[in-house]
């Protein structure tokens, strides 16, 4: 094969490839959509998880619990894949949803708990303060005592 | 004014025999000490000697007035007490330890007045000191059973 054959074949496939690429392609972009949703589904769920359990302690935490529970439900019911969205553990422990389970149950057991041990623990306090001032003062008297006999005996005359 | 007065000069203290005034120190040390050892009945012939022996001094009975109040016997402290304070009228000491016997025999009316008193008489010398701690200990119901 010629040098001329060879450079013309080459503009041959040369022109091939151009008409190739130059087609018009559509896409309709379904897989981002998709990825996208998930993704916002799961940052939901796994928010809703931390804010559930603390959601009884914190002024307003029902409120946005709630919140995070029907975007997690309504990102879930939109055409995302089975699976897509983590369960929702304890999402039973909402208050008001489903009554008051044995998580909400212990931890309002343990805060009362805590709440009588702290009020012991301040009349113990107030009871060694009182018990302090005491043997304070007797300390006292018993030290000025020393020192004005000592000083009578010392002046004496 | 008390009679067992001190001789300056020869450091002597005037009562029924002239004693030198570190020895009549050193006996009414000796009775303290013999109290502080357990021995009351030593203490108590040293302390009712010497009351003896300076009869215008109101240091002695003081301190007999202590011995019996250390033995419980408020009573008897309020009696020492008082002979000191007819003694010398102006002891503030006298008067602070009568306020601490009186306080012990629940009669509190009379001590603060007694205390206050002896603050009055002093009231910047250690017995104005002692008769506050007192008051301040009576504030807080130490002495109260």
Request: proline share 4%; net charge neutral.
């Amino acid at each position: 094969m010629s040098t001329a054959t060879q450079f013309a074949s080459s503009v041959n496939s040369l022109n091939l490839n151009t008409n190739s690429g130059g087609a018009v392609k559509t896409s309709s972009n379904v897989e981002f959509s998709r990825t996208l949703k998930n993704s916002m589904a799961q940052g939901a769920s796994l928010t809703y998880q931390s804010v559930a359990p603390v959601a009884p302690f914190v002024p307003g935490g029902a409120i946005m619990s709630a919140m995070l529970h029907n975007t997690t439900a309504t990102l879930a019911s939109e055409g995302i894949a089975p699976g897509a969205v983590a369960p929702m553990p304890g999402a039973a422990s909402l208050p008001g949803a489903s009554g008051n389970t044995g998580m909400f149950q212990s931890m309002q057991q343990l805060q009362e708990n805590m709440m009588s041990q702290n009020v012991y623990m301040l009349g113990l306090q107030q009871g060694f303060n009182d018990m302090n001032q005491k043997y304070t003062a007797i300390s006292n008297v018993l030290k000025t005592k020393h020192d004005t006999e000592k000083n009578a005996i010392s002046n004496f005359r | 004014m008390p009679s067992a007065t001190l001789d300056k000069n020869s450091e002597l203290i005037h009562g029924l025999i002239d004693i030198p005034r570190q020895e009549a120190i050193a006996l009414l040390e000796a009775g303290y000490f013999l109290m502080q050892l357990g021995k009351n009945k030593e203490a108590k012939d040293i302390f009712i000697g010497a009351a003896a022996l300076f009869p215008d001094s109101d240091v002695p009975c003081i301190a007999l007035g202590h011995l019996y109040f250390s033995e419980g016997k408020s009573e008897l402290a309020v009696k020492e007490q008082q002979r000191a304070l007819q003694r010398v009228p102006t002891s503030a000491t006298a008067q602070a330890h009568l306020g601490e016997a009186l306080l012990f025999l629940k009669k509190n009316t009379e001590a603060v007045e007694a205390l206050q008193k002896a603050i009055q008489m002093d009231p910047h010398g250690l017995t104005a000191k002692f008769a506050q701690e007192l008051l301040r200990a009576n504030d807080l119901h130490v002495f109260d059973k």
